[in-house]
Structures are given as structure tokens and as C-alpha cells.
């Protein structure tokens, strides 16, 4: 199963992109499906096994424009 991060602004999920890659997640960026409900948002693909410590650097940094996640098929 994959998680989308999603957020508002394209700056912070490349940071985010960035951060995770730096503790060894495999993430790329994708466009937000309608079913996030946020309009033309950009979010953060990554495999659910990974879900736990994509948290973990979410917490530790401020993101602003962070919605939330969406778990997809």
C-alpha cells in the first residue's frame, strides 16, 4: 500500500522529499488526487512500511502547508 503526504505548498513537500530521502525512504512527488480534497496540491508518495518514520521526520520539522496523510492502493 502507498501514503501520500500531502500539502499545500510545492516548496515544503520537496523539503519533505528531501528530509525523508535523507533517512532512507524511497519518495518522489506526485500530483494530488481530488479525493484529498485540496485543490491543486502537491504531495509525497512513499511505501506504507515507511509510514512510521515519515511521521517522525514530519515532527520535526514546522510545515505550514502540510494537510495530512491519504492512504491509497
Known amino acids: 500500500m502507498t ?3 500531502v500539502f ?3 516548496a515544503q513537500a520537496l523539503d519533505f522529499i528531501h528530509a525523508v530521502r535523507g533517512v ?3 519518495a518522489q512527488a506526485v500530483s494530488t488526487p481530488k479525493e484529498a480534497g485540496v485543490g491543486c496540491g502537491i504531495s ?4 506504507e512500511r515507511f ?3 515519515a511521521k517522525f ?3 520535526k520539522k514546522s510545515y505550514s502547508s502540510f494537510v495530512g496523510f491519504l492512504r491509497t492502493g
Do not use: W
Not at 509525497?44 to 511505501?47: C, I, K, Q, T
Open 51 to 53: 509510514f512510521e518514520r
Open 57 to 59: 521526520v514530519l515532527s
Open 24 to 26: 532512507g525512504i524511497c
Open 44 to 47: 509525497v508518495r512513499f511505501d
Open 3 to 5: 501514503v501520500l503526504a
Open 8 to 10: 499545500k505548498s510545492r
